[in-house]
């Protein structure tokens, strides 16, 4: 999904000078985006590539639970001001967070800020103006299956025989639920 935004990103001929990503879930993809565009940069011939940074944003409080309103938490770190900024998250979903940063980064005079997502809800306040999917469903990646299944644990007073059945329904990998049981339980 990372190689597919980072496609249709160049492909915009957009050229960003920050990559932010929102922590958690844009962490991961920003981290891969920012390679994938040094990488680029450096092969073009090119001298200067993108700063990789970060901002959090809380708004979830558990799995499908949220705050009232979302909440920077952590400040972006670097100057943004008259900069191509690339924001970047995992999903696109309520649009809360988004609408969120958004707020926040205009009070920092970017020259332009356009979104970036690995998959976007048609529901959303906010639709990214790069997306590699758009999904409707409960989606869990999988930079995320230890914190799901430890909510899911916790909150369903699972045993370990009944989170091996409930996380292999959920999709979950093998490796993963092994893993997990094996250390956590």
């Known amino acids: 999904m990372a190689r597919s935004l980072f496609n249709l990103i160049k492909k915009d001929g957009f ?60 400040d972006v770190g670097v100057d943004i001001f008259q900069k191509n900024i690339l924001l970047i998250d995992d999903l696109a979903d309520s649009g809360e967070s988004l609408e969120c940063a958004l707020d926040y980064l205009k009070l920092k005079d970017p020259k332009i800020v356009k979104i970036a997502t690995l998959l976007y809800k048609p529901w959303s306040k906010v639709k990214p103006d790069y997306y590699a999917e758009e999904v409707s469903e409960w989606v869990v990646f999988p930079h995320e299956y230890y914190e799901f299944m430890t909510e899911q644990t916790l909150t369903q007073n699972l045993t370990k025989t009944t989170a091996w059945a409930t996380f292999i329904e959920q999709g979950i990998p093998d490796s993963a639920i092994n893993f997990f049981v094996e250390t956590f339980f």
């Open 15 to 74: 050229k960003p000078d920050i990559i932010l990503g929102i922590s958690r879930g844009g962490w991961i993809p920003a981290r891969l985006l920012s390679d994938m565009f040094e990488a680029s940069y450096l092969l073009e011939g090119h001298q200067t590539s993108s700063i990789l940074a970060t901002m959090q944003i809380k708004f979830y409080t558990a799995i499908a639970e949220t705050h009232t309103k979302p909440v920077i938490s952590q």
